[in-house]
């Protein structure tokens, strides 16, 4: 099976501490307000909208399932594309 994975965060539980942000900002990233948010591509928009998830490079899956697992808020959620189980976040 294959072990592509996709992000997401429950942003009304975000703390703003950051470290998503320091273990992956290809990944993530803040909105004016301080709130971390996904992003498809490095260079690419944050995607806010309630519940959006975005693919993460398989260069990147180790360190999104680290800010998964250190999150204070507990808020990043880590899936298996393939069957949609969760492997890392408040859900595993
Ligand atoms: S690690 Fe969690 S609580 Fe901290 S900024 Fe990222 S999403 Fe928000």
Request: hydrophobic fraction near 40%.
């Amino acid at each position: 099976m294959s072990d592509e994975v996709r992000v997401w965060i429950e942003h009304n539980l975000c703390t703003g501490d950051g470290l998503c942000v320091q273990y992956a900002p290809d990944v993530f990233e803040f909105d004016d307000a301080g709130v971390a948010h996904v992003k498809s591509e490095p260079e690419g928009p944050l995607l806010t909208e309630v519940g959006a998830s975005a693919n993460v490079p398989a260069s990147l899956r180790l360190d999104v399932i680290d800010a998964a697992d250190g999150c204070p808020g507990n808020c990043i959620h880590v899936a298996r594309i393939a069957d949609g189980v969760e492997i890392a976040g408040p859900d595993a």
